[in-house]
């Protein structure tokens, strides 16, 4: 079990919810998207991390958007956490941003690319954060037991592990159910991305997708038996600065995670 806070994840615990725009546009967004799901998770008595990245360095096009200032969006990051009382989850990219980023995130994510990067995991685990490592698209499940040994072998006992999808060809991502199971038996607990795993990679100057998806990855994951359900949620997902074809609109949030929380709740006490 990893504890952030009063959230319990893993351990046959209900699924939590990790949600938030892809990356931090500006204050008004990032702001109300977080009160708005924050206000839906309480009603419905679902934990909540909120999730957004401060910059995105692996953008498809030279010209894509890839987060604001460095200290205005921390600064944005903060205010969520400190107003509205949120654990925060965020990327890093590089070694030296692993301190900096745990002195106001709950969470530290490595992103999917990067989840092979020794230094970077390293680095992350010396924080003493609890650590979320995406599943590259190029990796097999049992091969995440090696991000794994490299977090724990600097000390981190705190780790999230995340599907979201696998290399199927070009421009096109797979989610094979069973790499849920199989990251579950190295002992921590299991996330599933359902935004992220229904893009289509790189497809011109900007990744593609199939929102339409979101819903029947996610239903599949919750019957899977998750620990965590991932999330990137904007209000207007069409004008979003990233991921636009790939993040789940909030005005539909509520209605689909009546439905998670039905099916986890089934297969958890079932067991």
């Known amino acids: ?65 890839t987060g604001l200032d460095y200290s205005e969006a921390v600064r944005i990051l903060k205010k969520v956490k400190s107003d509205l009382d949120l654990p925060v989850l965020t990327d890093i990219h590089t070694e030296q941003e692993a301190a900096a980023a745990a002195e106001f995130a709950d969470v530290i994510q490595i992103p999917a690319f990067l989840s092979r990067q020794t230094e970077l995991l390293i680095a992350a685990a010396k924080t003493g954060r609890v650590i979320n490592v995406k599943k590259g698209q190029f990796s097999a499940p049992e091969d995440m037991i090696h991000a794994v040994k490299k977090i724990e072998s600097a000390g981190g006992k705190n780790i999230l592990l995340t599907e979201r999808g696998t290399t199927f060809g070009y421009h096109d991502l797979v989610v094979d159910m069973r790499s849920l199971e199989i990251m579950r038996e190295f002992g921590y607990p299991v996330i599933m991305d359902a935004t992220h795993s229904v893009q289509m990679p790189a497809k011109g100057s900007e990744s593609g997708g199939q929102p339409k998806f979101i819903p029947v990855l996610a239903r599949a994951a919750a019957a ?20 636009a074809a790939s ?15 039905s099916i986890d709740a089934v297969v958890k006490n079932a067991k």
């Open 1 to 65: 079990m990893v504890k952030i806070k009063n959230i319990k994840i893993g351990s046959g615990e209900p699924f939590v919810l990790i949600a938030g725009p892809c990356v931090v546009e500006n204050e008004i967004i990032t702001l109300t998207t977080a009160a708005e799901i924050k206000k839906i998770t309480q009603n419905l008595k679902i934990p909540f991390i909120f999730k957004s990245s401060y910059k995105k360095a692996n953008r498809t096009s030279i010209n894509s958007f």
């Open 247 to 261: 993040q789940f609109p909030l005005n539909k949030l509520k209605e689909l995670l009546v439905v998670i929380k």
């Open 224 to 243: 899977a038996g998750i620990d965590g359900l991932f999330l990137e949620v904007h209000p207007e997902p069409e004008k979003a600065l990233s991921d």
